[in-house]
Nanobody, 122 residues
Framework: QVQLVESGGRLVQAGGSLRLSCAAS????????MGWFRQAPGKEREFVAS????????LYADSVKGRFTISRDGAKNTMYLQMNSLKPEDTAVYYC???????????????WGQGAQVTVSS
């Protein structure tokens, strides 16, 4: 089992940058594919990005491609989401997730963090 804790969410102006972190407990971090999802008020949770166990394979939602970068640091048991050129429509609660399969579907992830609020002002 793994526990996930997000941090780094805050209020930022449009066009700005922000880096979210997801710290994982346990010694099996490298066994899991990791992902970021987000949920805006009144909307369903949606996929943002995912990264494979070794960090060699990444996937992005079209809405964030070219602006967001997902990465992971095995030595620190931490995953990151670097967000640049932020837009008001990026406002959401961002969740990190871990699972054996990874990919676009949230059904592929067994473990979830509590979420971090990101608010982008226009």
């Amino acid at each position: 089992q793994v526990q996930l804790v997000e941090s780094g969410g805050r209020l930022v102006q449009a066009g700005g940058s922000l880096r979210l972190s997801c710290a994982a407990s346990g010694r099996t971090f490298s066994s899991y594919a990791m992902g970021w999802f987000r949920q805006a008020p009144g909307k369903e949770r949606e996929f943002v990005a995912s990264i494979g166990r070794s960090g060699g394979s990444t996937l992005y939602a079209d809405s964030v491609k070219g602006r967001f970068t997902i990465s992971r640091d095995g030595a620190k048991n931490t995953m990151y989401l670097q967000m640049n050129s932020l837009k008001p429509e990026d406002t959401a609660v961002y969740y990190c997730a871990a699972g054996y399969a990874g990919g676009y579907s949230d059904y592929s992830y067994a473990y979830w963090g509590q979420g971090a609020q990101v608010t982008v002002s226009s």
